[in-house]
């Protein structure tokens, strides 16, 4: 017994270096990972020669939809005779996105730079004739909007590339022509890193290889080495730093601890003139009100056309999702995950110091608001963005009972939005709930 204790104890005693190490990272992860989780919206741009014929981006040829000769014809029609990277970044700024991700390489190979490792790259290759990504980079900045860059893992154009598709392969188990692949992949993401500097990388097609083949380790530990504040959406074959559900919002939190949707406004990725399946303003905010009150942001996606023009759908939604997330910033921006829907029926996020509980409200109430099972006491009730103070009170308290009365909340008609009104309920101490402990 009492050598069992001793081992225990040597075993502790050993791993106590080890404990202290990883909760220092665990704090210093969670410092790099700050702005990410304050900043709530990101827009996405995909921005590549598929908006020249308005295909899809990449997987049109790889789908056979399109031969790879007439995709790569786009070249010719990538003029960005429009692009004007300080409006894009105003606009950015103005739908109150904190962040912005733009496609430096699909999967298609085709980069938005002028990367010296091989021709296929708008400024050799179309009559762009120059990179895109550092004057938006710059333009960013200038608003003080962090910026991230899109690169895809896989690289359907170059030759060697074990490009898979429909039961074709460009080669197989070549491990030689692989690691030449791979060579070229990190000259291309030194270029990224050192030239731009990004803030984010938000890699893709992770799925072709596993962590092994990718050297995803590696690939992670460059990226520090000349980035060391760098922030990696997952998939990097788990070497990412935040999971990124795609196009359906989650149903329940999802467990990650950072996490990031990536939604289109239409039903593409890229700019694709019959696509004119918009959401409306209202459903993207009700999509990001979901997703920050299960403690994500939304990556909103904008397909800019060849010439380096918004449509205008885009401005539109941009520019009313701007409306409303000004008015409404301090309820959405640094705040954390709300309550579940037992106790609110809508969407709800909470201040950092748990004293305010905002309430996302996506319809004209009937009778009063109800909050359930709220045991910290009401300081007051307010609207956000216009300072309203509402009237609120505290029914079916039994005085016997451990289970808080149902907080009623009147809220006008006349006070609410157009989209979603938000109603602040401030607290005399931090948030206790029934029923969590
Ligand atoms: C998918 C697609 C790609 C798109 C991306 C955005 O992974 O392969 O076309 O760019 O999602 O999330």
């Known amino acids: 017994m009492q050598n069992t204790s001793k081992t225990l104890l040597l075993i502790l005693l050993g791993l106590m270096p080890l404990m202290g190490k990883s909760q220092t990272n665990l704090s210093a992860d969670s410092a790099r990972m700050q702005w990410f989780a304050d900043a709530k919206l990101g827009i996405f741009v995909h921005w590549g020669i598929y908006s020249v014929k308005g295909i899809d981006e990449s997987w049109a040829f790889f789908n056979g939809y399109t031969t790879h000769d007439s995709y790569l014809e786009q070249l010719n029609g990538f003029t960005a005779s429009n692009y004007d990277p300080s409006s894009w970044a105003t606009l950015i700024k103005s739908s109150g996105a904190r962040y912005a991700v733009l496609t430096a390489k699909h999967h298609d190979g085709i980069a938005l730079w002028d990367t010296r490792t091989n021709s296929l790259n708008v400024n050799d290759n179309t009559p762009a004739r120059r990179d895109l990504i550092g004057p938006f980079v710059q333009a960013l900045r200038a608003e003080g909007i962090r910026t991230g860059l899109y690169y895809s893992l896989p690289d359907w154009s170059h030759p060697d590339y074990p490009l898979e598709a429909r039961d074709t392969y460009r080669y197989r188990d070549d491990s030689v022509r692989f690691a030449k692949f791979l060579c070229i992949q990190q000259v291309q993401l030194d270029e990224l890193m050192i030239r731009y500097k990004p803030d984010l990388i938000w890699f893709d097609g992770d799925w072709e290889h596993s962590a092994q083949e990718w050297r995803a380790a590696e690939i992670k530990q460059r990226l520090r080495k000349t980035n060391p504040n760098i922030v990696v959406n997952s998939r990097l074959q788990g070497y990412g730093d935040y999971a990124t559900p795609e196009q359906g919002v989650p149903i329940h939190r999802p467990e990650a601890p950072y996490w990031e949707l990536c939604l289109t406004m239409n039903d593409s990725w890229g700019y694709q ?36 023009t918004i449509p205008h759908e885009q401005v539109a939604i941009l520019n009313e999702l701007g409306r409303w997330t000004k008015k409404h910033g301090r309820a959405i921006f640094g705040t954390t995950a709300g309550i579940g829907r037992e106790y609110f029926a809508g969407p709800t996020t909470l201040s950092k110091d748990s004293k305010t509980l905002y309430l996302f409200v996506p319809w004209k109430p009937v009778g009063p608001l109800a909050l359930k099972g709220i045991k910290s006491k009401v300081a007051h009730v307010r609207v956000v963005g216009d300072g309203n103070s509402l009237n609120y009170y505290e029914n079916g308290r039994a005085w016997w009972s451990e289970v808080p009365g149902i907080l009623y909340i009147d809220l006008p008609e006349s006070l609410c939005d157009e989209q979603i009104t938000v109603v602040a309920v401030t607290l005399k101490e931090p948030l206790v709930l029934q029923g969590v402990r």
């Open 273 to 308: 003139k019959t696509d004119h399946n918009y959401k409306s303003a209202n459903q993207i905010i009700n999509i990001l009100a979901d997703c920050i009150g299960m403690g994500g942001n939304l990556l909103l996606d904008i397909g800019p056309k060849p010439d380096g």
